[in-house]
């Protein structure tokens, strides 16, 4: 396919993503037909160990190239991030002159979610610095951004570790990154989220703004979990807080004590809730991302439980 054919059909499939509501007759369709016309693009085998490896960073895990690529089949997931990108990115139009600077961190194969928003703005409008840690992903990004003559959007394109990455600028006006999994568990999502807010200005615009992590037990598979008590609003207050108090990278969270009435037998669960932006929520079961995380508390007593956030390799919530 010719560069011109590959982004009407991009433009396309984006006019549909980009539509209001929550879910409509013609969204699962535009990101079938999204999903084909990347792999138009790039074949990523799944037999290569290369396309299978993950990348270890201090601070959590960043998934292998072909598990990477398949995050964009996610419906709810892709539209909800895109739509958000492209609020926000109105939003910052309307408060300065010269283009608005995106920072994704993150982009896997295709840089999925800001994709459909290039078709959307023009360079003078928009400008993206891009950052993937793993160079076989790296690798197939650039095959993706010359097919579709996406250049000129990009200001920067580099291998590099988000979590640890350092601005030249501060002039970055939006912070994007999907880089979780559920429950804040084994990725680096909270760390590069962090490693921004200590070099950006407030008024900088993080998608996602909001993750909640909750503990929660549930009656019923499949059935929408009872929260018990929120163990983790990662939003703007919290990554200031966190930045006001941490040298260098050294992020600690605080204890969080739930005490309940919960009898001894009752499985917990790890719940997630995601505001991108505004007004686009993930919530229970929407994507892979709010699936209920099992916890094991078989040997604590369920009256009193003791929760922290830890930032390590595998991160994640360590309860005791
Ligand atoms: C869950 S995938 C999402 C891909 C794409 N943004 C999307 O939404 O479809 C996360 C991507 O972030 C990359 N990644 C993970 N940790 C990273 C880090 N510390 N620095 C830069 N990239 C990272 C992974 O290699 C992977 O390609």
């Not at 699962?28 to 037999?47: C, E, Q, R």
């Not at 951004?145 to 979590?163: H, R, Y």
């Not at 018990?228 to 941490?246: A, C, G, P, Y």
């Not at 004590?257 to 079961?285: A, C, M, R």
Request: hydrophobic letters at 40%; one cysteine or more.
């Amino acid at each position: 396919m010719e560069t011109t054919q590959l982004r009407e059909e991009l433009r396309r499939i984006s006019d549909e993503i980009l539509k209001p509501g929550d879910f409509h007759d013609q969204l699962a369709p535009a990101i079938t037909d999204y999903v084909a016309l990347l792999s138009k693009i790039v074949k990523i085998n799944n037999d290569d160990e290369l396309n299978r490896k993950h990348v270890q960073s201090e601070m959590g895990q960043a998934i292998g190239t072909f598990w990477a690529a398949q995050c964009v089949r996610e419906v709810l997931r892709t539209q909800r991030f895109v739509r958000s990108l492209y609020l926000a990115i109105k939003e910052k139009l309307n408060q300065k002159s010269g283009p608005v600077r995106v920072m994704y961190a993150g982009t896997g194969p295709f840089a999925a979610l800001a994709l459909p928003v290039m078709m959307h703005f023009s360079p003078a409008e928009v400008q993206f610095t891009l950052l993937e840690i793993n160079e076989q992903t790296y690798n197939l990004l650039h095959e993706v951004l010359d097919a579709f003559d996406l250049n000129p959007f990009v200001s920067k394109c580099e291998i590099a570790d988000a979590t640890v990455y350092q601005v030249d600028n501060s002039n970055i006006d939006i912070v994007i990154s999907e880089t979780m999994n559920r429950a804040l568990i084994k990725e680096p999502q909270v760390a590069i989220m962090l490693n921004f807010a200590r070099q950006l200005p407030l008024d900088t615009i993080f998608i996602p703004e909001e993750i909640n992590v909750g503990l929660s037990t549930q009656h019923k598979s499949g059935t929408e979990p009872k929260l018990i008590k929120h163990l983790m609003e990662f939003n703007t207050s919290l990554r200031q807080k966190l930045v006001d108090d941490t040298i260098g990278f050294n992020w600690e969270f605080d204890e969080v004590i739930v005490e309940s009435d919960i009898e001894k037998g009752e499985q917990f669960y790890l719940s997630t809730e995601i505001k991108v932006y505004k007004d686009n929520f993930l919530g229970f079961n929407d994507c892979s991302l709010n699936i209920l995380e099992r916890i094991k508390t078989d040997k604590l007593d369920p009256k009193k439980l003791k929760f922290r956030y830890v930032l390590k390799e595998t991160p994640g919530f360590i309860v005791y």
